[in-house]
């Protein structure tokens, strides 16, 4: 099953590299407030659906454009362009995501960055690599040694005060944040090793769900933003080795509302 989620991520890498240099040219719609889909996303899409398809004709999907796809007990989880919005400004930094799910367990996930060529892999029980090179997260122990990913509300700003709040008091005691744009990749980085954590808020199901699978895999701590183990289903994670993944936890759980609490 993973080699076939490779495979279908290679077809859909094949499709966003294919538009990727004339990006002024593609057809695109507004799903809502910052939130963008084009034809190169839909046709990724169809891509890597056809390969899951060809090998698995009973299994389900979700996949962010076509939505629910009914079958069996597996479930695919498809994202076929994270990072729209760099990819539509010509900015090399995206990725696609494909993640298996049976009976709501997480057992394989595919986060691939066609650019780099770099194709972040995990089965579950069998660790998490890097093209042909196992992954670790680091070890570091204190925040303040730490560079953190993380995602700016861009859909739903009901929780941007206590997320500004999780920010301040975040990019004051680590040694830095980023925001390159891309959820999956920021997970992959994660298990990676280059950076130490992660968090952000209104996740889709999509955008994480192979990169948590990935980043558990290589060693790392994967939560809610209260620690529990709905992420999935919140939107809302926090990931990283278990120091740094605590102490983040800590650092955030002021500003926790009772909204985001439950």
Known sequence: MLNIAIRAARAGGRVLLRHFDHVDTIDVKSKGIH?????????????????LRQSFPDHAILAEESGIH?????QWVVDPLDGTTNYLHGLPHFSLSI??????RLEVGVIYDPIREEMFTAARGSGAQLNDRKLRVTSRKELKESLIGTGFP??????????????????????GIRRPGSAALDLAYLAAG??????ELGLAE???????????????????IVGGDHYLKSGNIIAGGIKIHNAMLRTIKPHLTQRLRS
């Open 99 to 104: 993640a298996l799910k049976y009976r709501g």
């Open 35 to 51: 939130d963008f889909v084009s034809e190169v996303d839909r046709n990724a899409e169809q891509e890597i659906i056809e390969v």
């Open 70 to 74: 009914a079958g069996n007990d597996y």
């Open 154 to 175: 861009y859909r739903d700003f009901q929780h941007l005060e206590a997320y500004m709040g999780m920010f301040k008091d975040l990019a004051t005691k680590s040694a």
């Open 194 to 199: 280059r950076n130490d954590g992660f968090w």
């Open 206 to 224: 999509w955008d994480m769900a192979a990169g948590a699978l990935i980043v558990r895999e290589a060693g790392g701590i994967v939560t809610d």
